[in-house]
């Protein structure tokens, strides 16, 4: 993020002066939904909690860039959070036996429509099925966004994973230090009233975490994911793209490979490695 002029900051900060509508401005640009969900007649649930499948239906802009036949490894529904939010909800069974299961958690100016191609062939290619979901007042889903309706959406989201178990690993792409800090870098503290304190929360974590940042970033400095790798419990090792910016770190082929090389090698390697341990 540039630098505020007098105006931005006029009518960021007075219109109304809450903490939680800063943020929303500064956060969340929802786009104009590109696909629809027509509730289905069925009770069936594609996963281990009470939801509600839809049918999915693309708008032109959304861009799907496979076949007819593809989008029946799609599976939409909605879920209701616990701030009585319905969310809309996208599981992609990119394969029949994967190796994890990944809560994907979108950009900002997207919806799980514009996102689903890539949620496709992502997951095709990691060997994994992507559960994707729309925060409030994204896509189909109801509410404002909001700080605190993230988390919740977040929270129900996971709760919809099949066969959910613990937190293997995190995968950080691109993550703000805090919100203050992404609008005024001089700031080197955590206000009461800043938004999204990544930095306060990350070593929380005790999931392998994995930080992909672009040095070239104009809108979230590359200091922000230095700074979050730097206070990780279990960071592995990172990737630091030179010459990537913010919105272009899925084009570069060391994108691809670091997630492959932390799911095989990261998770799954440590993981057979302390299972021959432990029966040694």
């Not at 909800?89 to 429509?113: E, M, R, W």
Request: glycine share 6%.
């Amino acid at each position: 993020m540039n630098r505020l002029s007098l105006k931005e900051l006029c009518g960021l900060f007075c219109c109304p002066p809450l903490p939680s509508k800063i943020a929303a401005k500064l956060a969340f640009l929802p786009p104009e939904p590109t696909y629809q969900l027509i509730p289905n007649a069925t009770n069936e649930s594609p996963t281990n909690v009470q939801v509600k499948p839809s049918t999915l239906q693309f708008f032109d802009r959304a861009e799907w860039q496979y076949t007819d036949r593809e989008l029946e490894s799609l599976e939409a529904f909605t879920i209701t959070t616990n701030r009585n939010n319905q969310i809309a909800c996208l599981y992609v069974k990119a394969t029949p036996q994967p190796k994890f299961h990944i809560l994907f958690s979108h950009g900002n100016a997207v919806d799980i429509g514009q996102m689903s191609s890539f949620y496709l062939g992502l997951g095709s290619r990691l060997q994994c099925n992507i559960l994707g979901y729309d925060y409030s007042g994204y896509g189909c889903s109801t509410g404002c966004p909001s700080e605190k309706n993230l988390y919740s959406d977040a929270e129900s989201a996971w709760d919809c994973l099949p066969a959910r178990h613990s937190c293997a690993g995190v995968i950080l792409h691109s993550p703000l230090t805090s919100g203050m800090r992404v609008a005024f870098p001089e700031t080197n503290r955590t206000w009461c009233f800043d938004a999204f304190p990544s930095i306060e929360k990350i070593e929380r974590v005790m999931s392998k975490v994995l930080v992909i940042h672009g040095m070239e970033d104009e809108v979230v400095d590359f200091s922000h994911g230095m700074a979050i790798y730097s206070k990780a419990v279990s960071p592995v090792e990172p990737l630091w793209l030179e010459g990537a910016g913010h919105n272009d770190i899925e084009l570069h082929a060391a994108y691809l490979e670091r997630l492959k090389k932390f799911i095989n090698e990261d998770l799954i390697g440590t993981h057979q490695n302390n299972v021959d341990a432990s029966k040694s």
